[in-house]
């Protein structure tokens, strides 16, 4: 089952914050963040895995609630270069297969 | 590094014929998936084969049939294509397993069903 993405879309100046949630009905044992530019594959941002940490990679980082099932990707300062379609994938289990959501499209304006 | 190659790039079918996508990887990982991508679907999982020697099926398997020809390769074949298979498809792999591992997606590939 596909996990849910809210909100589906996001519109930002340069400079603003977002937060893109990601939910899961299942238990989760990892969750996946991917960022797809238009016309392009999807591109690695970061994993969390369960009773990992909070992953960051400079003005982006995310968390993972375990007990709620529930991801987010905290988007800091937004640059023009973070506009995209954020995905998330998800894990049932060590070593399965990720089910995406539907994404989330963001779009930085300056 | 290659990555993951996927040929075609395109392609235009009319109904009812049958093609092959070809997936290939160069960077010894276990396992590869077939994604396809719609206009507000995200990537749904066709199928995937966690290693050399077995696949199975993921959310969206019918209408398609895919083959783990070694460990590089992975195809994908439409038997009889449909207009409801319009789709971006996405090939990726990975190394498998446990831990902290990631999908190294390929440049797609764009079908068109008439």
């Known amino acids: 089952q596909q996990p849910v993405q809210s909100p589906q879309a996001v519109i930002l100046r340069e400079g603003e914050d977002a937060v893109i949630n990601c939910s899961s009905s299942?238990?989760?044992?990892?969750v996946h963040w991917y960022r797809q530019k238009h016309g392009e594959a999807p591109v690695f941002l970061m994993i969390l895995l369960k009773g990992g940490e909070q992953k960051g990679h400079e003005k982006i980082s995310a968390s993972f609630n375990e007990k709620k099932q529930q991801s987010s990707l905290y988007l800091t300062a937004s640059q023009l270069s973070y506009s995209g379609t954020y995905f998330c994938g998800t894990a049932g289990q060590a070593g399965t297969a990720l089910i995406f959501g539907k994404g989330t499209t963001l779009s930085v304006s300056s | 590094n290659a990555g993951v190659t996927q040929t075609p790039k395109f392609q235009v079918l009319k109904t009812g014929q049958s093609m092959t996508l070809q997936c290939a990887q160069d960077m010894n990982h276990n396992s590869m998936y077939w994604y396809r991508q719609d206009p507000g679907m995200g990537l749904r999982l066709i199928y995937y084969s966690a290693s050399e020697g077995t696949t199975d099926k993921g959310e969206v398997p019918n209408g398609y049939n895919v083959s783990r020809l070694n460990k590089r390769e992975f195809s994908l074949r439409l038997e009889s294509a449909a207009p409801s298979q319009t789709s971006v498809y996405f090939c990726?792999?990975?190394?498998?397993?446990?831990?902290?591992?990631?999908?190294?997606f390929g440049a797609g590939s764009r079908l068109t069903v008439l």
């Open positions: 990726a792999s990975r190394t498998g397993g446990s831990g902290a591992n990631v999908l190294t």
């Open positions: 299942k238990a989760l044992y990892s």
